[in-house]
């Protein structure tokens, strides 16, 4: 099958097309046709060997984290899907492989994907989708009429955040570019800076709770907008010392990260608020909620460019400019 290979830590050239042996489903996997896979920032940092001090991959390996497809197969005592399931996936973070024909994927990580969406729309779906939910309903808390800031709200996580904190009841800010204000609005976001000519910082105050997708100075700009004892969570920030622990990653890794994120930890405490950051985590059963509410029409699949699989070069340099509105997708 063809496969797009990370043989080491690097650019673009990095990720390499080839033939290699179709995988085969172990205990309790699915064996996936790939029709489309999901481009995200986190792809191109590990390829970057930026998250190398939290885990290490095994390399080479097929790349790529959120595929959408049929089931081609099963394996010894799976029993969720069957063959011919349209599925989608955010596969194992340490094996990845969706930048391929097929892929093998553990069974609780997929789910049938929306009946609404085709491939390209749910294939954008997963890791943005997971994301936005699990920081919004396990690590922010969301409640209703709570007063939620998110910022990069144009981009494929800030679409999808948006319509679940308005789902769960929020009112939602967020930033965005005269370009983009049109689509938050249209998800649901009630107040929108224009971070070309304002500071959210010096527009909104007593926020419940901050979303922050895009790091940086908005990371700390964030506190500052929040009520006493809010949180802010972040997933473009430095990973800190909680998140080596949930990797294992070992007590070096730990100490390095604590050092790094003083200043932040420290100007959260300054302001009276907390902060963490988050990777989400690969669930099959928020999939099942995520394409329940796409089916219902609670949640719209954004999408901004597909291109074809021998253009994933392009797709990610594409991507890397940070002005995609919606997911990019490439598809087989």
Not at 152 to 166: E, F, K, M, S, W
Request: glycine share 10%; aromatic share 6%; charged share 25%.
């Amino acid at each position: 099958m063809r496969a797009y290979l990370l043989t080491r830590y690097g650019n673009a050239d990095a990720m390499e097309l080839r033939e290699v042996p179709e995988p085969s489903p172990g205990a309790g996997e699915v064996l996936i046709r790939v029709h489309a896979a999901g481009l995200n920032p986190i792809d191109y940092k590990v390829r970057a060997g930026q998250l190398r001090l939290l885990s290490r991959l095994d390399l080479p390996m097929v790349a790529g984290s959120e595929l959408a497809g049929v089931v081609e197969g099963l394996g010894t005592g799976s029993t969720r899907f069957a063959v011919g399931d349209r599925v989608y996936a955010r596969v194992d973070k340490m094996k990845l492989g969706a930048f391929a024909q097929y892929a093998v994927v553990d069974e609780n990580l997929v789910a049938k994907m929306p009946e609404s969406l085709d491939f390209a729309e749910a294939a954008g779906l997963p890791l943005a989708g997971l994301t936005a939910l699990q920081g919004l309903r396990d690590e922010l808390a969301v409640s209703p009429g709570d007063r939620v800031f998110i910022s990069g709200g144009a981009g494929g996580v800030g679409t999808l955040a948006i319509q679940l904190a308005a789902w769960m009841g929020a009112k939602v800010a967020t930033t965005a570019s005269p370009r983009g204000e049109k689509l938050v609005r249209s998800l649901g976001a009630e107040t929108v800076i224009d971070y070309r000519t304002q500071k959210f910082k010096d527009v909104l105050s007593d926020y419940d709770a901050a979303f922050d997708l895009t790091g940086g100075p908005d990371l700390a700009d964030s506190f500052t907008i929040l009520k006493p004892g809010a949180k802010t969570v972040s997933v473009a920030g430095i990973p800190t010392p909680v998140t080596a622990k949930e990797y294992n990653a070992g007590p070096l890794a730990t100490t390095l990260l604590r050092i790094a994120n003083a200043k932040t930890l420290w100007q959260a405490r300054r302001k009276g608020v907390s902060y963490r950051h988050m990777f989400m985590r690969p669930s099959g059963e928020d999939l099942e909620l995520l394409a329940s509410l796409v089916d219902s029409g609670k949640l719209k699949a954004v999408m901004d460019r597909t291109f074809p699989f021998d253009q994933i070069a392009d797709a990610f340099a594409y991507l890397e400019q940070g002005r995609a509105k919606g997911k990019v997708v490439v598809q087989l």
